[in-house]
C-alpha cells in the first residue's frame, strides 16, 4: 500500500512501541520506571514541528508516560484506555481530523482495532505476528528502541517533509 499522503495524526500505543514494554517496580512499587529512546523523541518533535499532532493511547497509566508527553509537547494523552477507538476519535474531533489522516502505531492483540480504524497503520518490528499481518508497514526498529523514529521518517519521506526537517535540525543545532 503507498503511504497516505495527508497523514497528520500519528497515533502511539506506549508499552512497547514508545517504550520497549519493560515495567519496573523500583523500589518495591513505590514508582513505575520506563524507558524512552531519545531518538523517537526527536523524530516526534519533528513531527510536530512540521505541524503535525501526535497522540498517546495506553491500557496502562503511568506518571512517566505523563512527564515525557509533557517534554515532548504532546497534548493528547489518553492513559488507561479500556477503547482505543473511543480515545482515538475523541483526540480527533478535538483535532478536527479525520481516521483516514491518522496513522496508529501498534505492537499487541490490543492495538488492531485501532490500527484496522485508521488511515495507516504500523507494526513495530517485534509486534507480534498478527499485528504485523495487519498492518500496513513494519519498521525496522523494535519499540522502545528507534521504532517510532522509523515510522515518522517513514511518514515524513512519504509526504516529502523528510529533508526539511533534517535541514531544520541541522540550522537548529549549529544555533547551539
Known amino acids: 500500500m503507498n503511504v497516505p499522503k495527508d497523514i497528520s495524526v500519528l497515533v502511539l500505543d506506549v508499552d512497547g512501541v514508545l517504550t520497549d514494554g519493560t515495567i519496573a517496580f523500583p523500589q518495591i512499587l513505590q514508582t513505575e520506571s520506563k524507558s524512552f529512546h531519545v531518538h523517537d523523541g526527536l523524530g516526534i518533535s519533528l513531527w510536530q514541528k512540521a505541524g503535525n499532532n501526535t497522540v498517546l493511547i495506553s ?28 480515545d482515538l476519535d475523541n483526540a480527533l474531533a478535538e483535532l478536527n481530523a479525520t481516521p483516514e489522516q491518522a496513522c496508529f502505531v501498534g505492537d499487541d492483540l490490543g492495538d488492531m482495532a485501532a490500527m484496522e480504524y485508521v488511515g ?35 511518514l515524513m519521506q512519504a509526504s516529502g517533509t523528510w529533508k526539511t526537517a533534517v535541514e531544520l535540525c541541522k540550522t537548529e543545532s549549529s544555533k547551539q
Open 120 to 154: 495507516y497503520s504500523i507494526a513495530v518490528q517485534n509486534a507480534v505476528q498478527e499485528v504485523k499481518a495487519i498492518a500496513d508497514w513494519t519498521t525496522v526498529r523494535s519499540g522502545g528502541n528507534g521504532a517510532v523514529r522509523d515510522a515518522i521518517e517513514h
Open 59 to 86: 491500557g496502562r497509566n503511568s506518571d512517566c508516560v505523563n512527564h515525557r508527553a509533557k517534554e515532548l509537547g504532546i497534548k493528547y494523552i489518553f492513559q488507561g484506555s479500556k477503547d482505543k477507538i473511543k
